[in-house]
């Protein structure tokens, strides 16, 4: 057998923080760690760290975990990368510390490698184009934004994915990956609300949909994008954009949640 020259990179992990960054499930092969470029870094992979610079056989670099660790969602955009799926943190030519998805115990949310099942919560992120101005967005300029949704169905390879809300404008799909239940217990316990959630106002009897949740770039309070399904003569329905603590949140009968979801044959690769 023919020897095969390969690169190796040092890596010496001197701490792992226990208390105030999340950590991948119980279980996890922290043995398998490695380095990667950005671009090879696919969802369900977790991230641990990054380094601005490409990967150097020739130098000890140092990566520091700067936002708390998290199974990757990849969208890419303008000379970056969103590895959650939303921010624009990370740029092209970085390095990455990852644990690959195939070291996730299974049967955890990190893990459908063996395919999704029914029931799953499951999120995607896609590059929204807007058309028009409103108050989050300017028409024509792209971002990487996130939708939930859940799976309702399962027939082979093929699923069927009851998504959360309508997003206007174009979209262009990037990846997919089961939602986390951490990330929806924070944007809870941060925002009041979660994306996906179904919520109203306050003596109100129509029903929306969290589209995506932020901080107000003046007052710094957190708001909600929401989507109203539309009536039957309106099938697209409106948005709001308000404090959260405009919106109540509503636990969904079957009624409302069945207006107020659409469904889509998805085939995407399982993270």
Same mark, same amino acid.
């Given at each position: $057998?023919?020897?095969?020259?390969?690169?190796?990179?040092?890596?010496?992990?001197?701490?792992?923080?226990?208390?105030? *960054?999340?950590? =991948?499930?119980? /279980?996890?092969?922290?043995?398998?760690?490695?380095?990667?470029?950005?671009?090879?870094?696919?969802?369900?992979?977790?991230?641990? +760290?990054?380094?601005?610079?490409?990967?150097?056989?020739?130098?000890? &670099?140092?990566? $520091?975990? !700067?936002?708390?660790? *998290? =199974?990757?969602? =990849?969208?890419?955009?303008?000379?970056?990368?969103?590895? &959650? +799926?939303? !921010? #624009? $943190?990370?740029?092209?030519?970085?390095?990455?510390?990852?644990?690959?998805?195939? !070291?996730?115990?299974? &049967?955890?949310?990190?893990?459908?490698? +063996?395919?999704?099942?029914? +029931? #799953?919560?499951?999120?995607?992120? *896609?590059?929204?184009?807007?058309?028009?101005?409103?108050?989050?967005? %300017?028409?024509?300029?792209?971002?990487?934004?996130?939708?939930?949704?859940?799976?309702?169905?399962?027939?082979?390879?093929? *699923?069927?994915?009851?998504?959360?809300?309508?997003?206007?404008?174009? %979209?262009?799909?990037?990846?997919?990956?089961?939602?986390?239940?951490?990330?929806?217990?924070?944007?809870?316990?941060?925002? /009041?609300?979660?994306?996906? &959630?179904?919520?109203?106002?306050?003596?109100?009897?129509?029903? /929306?949909?969290?589209?995506?949740?932020?901080?107000?770039?003046?007052?710094?309070?957190?708001?909600?994008?929401?989507?109203?399904?539309?009536? #039957?003569?309106?099938?697209? /329905?409106?948005?709001?954009?308000?404090?959260?603590?405009?919106?109540?949140?509503?636990?969904?009968?079957?009624? !409302?949640?069945?207006?107020?979801?659409?469904?889509?044959?998805?085939?995407? =690769?399982?993270?």
């Amino acid at each position: $057998m023919p020897v095969i020259d390969v690169p190796f990179y040092p890596l010496i992990i001197t701490e792992r923080p226990a208390d105030l *960054f999340r950590q =991948p499930p119980a /279980g996890t092969d922290m043995g398998a760690a490695r380095l990667c470029p950005i671009a090879d870094v696919r969802p369900g992979d977790w991230v641990l +760290g990054s380094f601005e610079q490409p990967l150097n056989q020739a130098r000890l &670099d140092t990566l $520091m975990q !700067s936002a708390a660790c *998290f =199974p990757a969602l =990849p969208a890419t955009l303008n000379g970056y990368i969103a590895l &959650d +799926g939303q !921010s #624009d $943190m990370w740029h092209n030519g970085e390095t990455v510390l990852i644990i690959p998805r195939e !070291s996730i115990p299974a &049967d955890t949310y990190a893990d459908r490698s +063996g395919g999704y099942r029914l +029931g #799953d919560r499951v999120e995607q992120t *896609f590059i929204h184009e807007p058309t028009h101005d409103n108050a989050r967005d %300017k028409a024509g300029v792209r971002r990487p934004v996130i939708q939930r949704g859940t799976v309702t169905d399962v027939d082979g390879d093929m *699923f069927t994915v009851a998504w959360s809300g309508r997003w206007p404008g174009h %979209k262009e799909e990037q990846a997919m990956r089961l939602a986390s239940p951490a990330d929806i217990a924070r944007e809870r316990s941060t925002f /009041g609300h979660a994306v996906g &959630d179904i919520v109203t106002t306050p003596g109100g009897t129509a029903t /929306g949909i969290v589209l995506e949740l932020y901080c107000h770039p003046h007052a710094g309070a957190p708001c909600a994008r929401v989507y109203w399904p539309g009536s #039957d003569w309106d099938n697209w /329905g409106a948005y709001t954009f308000h404090a959260t603590n405009r919106y109540v949140h509503q636990i969904p009968n079957i009624a !409302s949640r069945a207006a107020s979801r659409s469904t889509s044959l998805q085939d995407l =690769p399982a993270a």
